[in-house]
Nanobody, 126 residues
C-alpha cells in the first residue's frame, strides 16, 4: 500500500525556517510529480510547490517563490520543502501529494494528484 507521511511541522517565529519532509513507501514506480499543498481553516488547499520527477523542473506559487525550495532524494524516496523567511501568512496545514501519472492538469490543481499525506501543521507567530 502506497503511503505518504509528512514530518517536520511545528511552531516558529516570523523570519524563521522549517524543513518539511515527506517519506513515500509502497510505490511500484516513481510518480510523475510530487507536490506540496497547504490549507488554512475555511479555505481550499493551495498549491505551494511541485517537482517533476523526470525532468527535475520545479514550480512555485507566487506567494512562496524565492523563500521556499522543493527538492527530493530519490534514493530515500523523500520529498522536502525548505521554508525560509516564514511569515504568519504561511501558517497552515501542509500536505504532500503524488501524481502517479500525468493527467494533463496543472501542478497546482488538487485533481492532478492521486495520493495525499495526512498533513503536518506549520504555525508562524509574529
Amino acid at each position: 500500500q502506497v503511503q505518504l507521511v509528512e514530518q517536520g511541522g511545528g511552531s516558529v517565529q516570523a523570519g524563521g525556517s522549517l524543513r518539511l519532509s515527506c517519506v513515500a513507501s509502497g510505490y511500484a514506480r516513481t510518480p510523475f510529480a510530487l507536490g506540496w499543498f497547504r490549507r488554512t481553516p475555511g479555505s481550499e488547499r493551495e498549491g505551494v510547490a511541485a517537482i517533476y520527477t523526470g525532468s527535475g523542473v520545479t514550480e512555485y506559487s507566487s506567494s512562496v517563490k524565492g523563500r521556499f525550495t522543493v527538492s527530493r532524494d530519490s534514493a530515500e524516496h523523500t520529498l522536502y520543502l525548505q521554508m525560509n523567511s516564514l511569515t504568519p501568512e504561511d501558517t497552515a496545514m501542509y500536505y504532500c501529494a503524488a501524481a502517479l501519472y500525468d493527467d494533463g492538469g496543472s501542478w497546482y490543481e488538487e485533481a492532478e494528484y492521486h495520493l495525499w499525506g495526512q498533513g503536518t501543521q506549520v504555525t508562524v507567530s509574529s
